[in-house]
């Protein structure tokens, strides 16, 4: 079984910043999601950001979530994402 997710930081470009129960930090980036069905609601900034952790998993408003599974199987470590500064997780 893969860890819950016990935090989460929207970042730019799409992108959350996702903490695990097993404290690892990993970067799930959310662009293919964009184009399918009800997840092309999200490609609206204001709406992406209000992402929240609901029973382990990521929630926004509107019934969309996505589970702690997909994020742990298609996210990868946040040092292997190079494009992920400190300033786009200080935002």
């Known amino acids: 079984m893969n860890p ?4 989460l930081r929207p970042l730019e470009d799409y992108q959350l910043e996702v903490t695990f129960e097993n404290g690892e930090h990993r ?4 662009k293919p999601y964009l184009r399918r069905g009800v997840f092309a609601r999200l490609r609206n900034p204001v709406t992406f950001r ?3 952790v ?4 990521v929630e926004w408003p ?8 997909t994020l742990y ?4 470590p946040v040092a292997a994402v ?3 500064t400190q300033e786009q997780r200080d935002i």
């Open 50 to 52: 209000v992402a929240r």
């Open 62 to 69: 509107g019934e969309l979530d996505l589970s702690y599974d």
């Open 73 to 76: 199987l298609e996210s990868l």
């Open 82 to 84: 190079p494009a992920v």
């Open 54 to 57: 609901v029973a382990g998993s």
């Open 4 to 7: 819950y997710v016990k935090r």
């Open 27 to 30: 970067i799930f980036d959310v």
